[in-house]
């Protein structure tokens, strides 16, 4: 069958997001759930970036089924060399934005005004320092409406196709849904997401943003271990025994 067909039993897509060489894998996303049928989608890692890539039904984020819910591996997380560091703080709270046309920013129409009522729920709370990180491809325009505000821009890595810099030292990350949640909390610094985030289940609700993070996380990391894979358990077709019952 050819691969753009829209008359096959499932699809599998590169990513949500509709952008570039990626745009016309909406069309193909839309069609097939609108039809009641499963879309694959493949993307890259949060655990190890250009090493591991997140494979699920439907979407890349705890939208997405991922069959981890059981036959878990409690040593996977060590095999796949991720580890959980302890909870620790820094004066900053950062705000990681996400790229505004993937599927995963479906509830956010302007994230220049999301920014700014994230400012300010931070300030009901804290009045820590706040750091706001536009994603490296969507940069959003924030100069000259956010006072006191500091702005860094990512810095793309030497040598890589598309990894950028990233920094654990925050008393908190805010973010939607995206890859620096997840990070967060793996570097035991405090996230503050949607429901709609991976990293939500050991996440904080932002009036507890000055409390000690101290929420088990072990579970959670096995669990979000098993939503990813190798290339090397991809060719062996591992990812598929695990969303098999879903296809079904």
């Keep these: 069958m050819h691969k753009d067909s829209l008359d096959a039993d499932c699809a599998v897509i590169w990513s949500v997001l509709w952008n570039g060489r990626m745009k016309e894998n909406r069309r193909v996303f839309e069609h097939y759930r609108s039809r009641g049928r499963p879309v694959i989608v493949i993307d ?6 250009g090493r591991t890539w997140r494979i699920g039904l439907n979407h890349t984020n705890r939208r997405a089924w991922f069959g981890n819910d059981q036959d878990l591996d409690p040593d ?37 005004a999301w920014t700014v009522q994230r400012i300010q729920e931070i ?3 804290t009045d820590r320092p706040i750091t706001v990180r536009p994603h490296p491809r969507d940069t959003v325009s924030l100069h000259g409406s956010l006072p006191d505000i500091k702005i860094i821009y990512p810095r793309r890595l030497d040598g ?9 030292q925050y008393h908190a990350v805010v973010n939607h849904n995206s890859g620096p949640g997840v990070l967060a909390a793996i570097a035991g610094v405090r996230p503050i997401v949607d429901e709609s985030s991976m990293a939500w289940p050991v996440s904080i609700p932002i009036q507890d943003i000055e409390r000690p993070y101290d929420i088990d996380r072990e579970q959670w990391l096995i669990e979000l271990a098993h939503t990813e894979y190798t290339v090397k358990e991809i060719e062996s077709g591992l990812w598929l025994k695990r969303l098999e019952s879903g296809l079904k």
């Design 160 to 168: 890589t196709y598309d990894s950028y810099d990233w920094n654990n």
């Design 76 to 112: 996977r997380p060590a095999k796949l060399g991720i580890a959980l560091k302890h909870p620790q703080t820094y004066p900053d709270i950062l705000i990681a934005l996400q790229h505004s046309r993937s599927l995963q920013a479906q509830d956010i129409t302007d994230f220049r």
């Design 123 to 125: 300030r009901r709370y």
């Design 44 to 49: 890259v890692g949060y655990l190890n970036r």
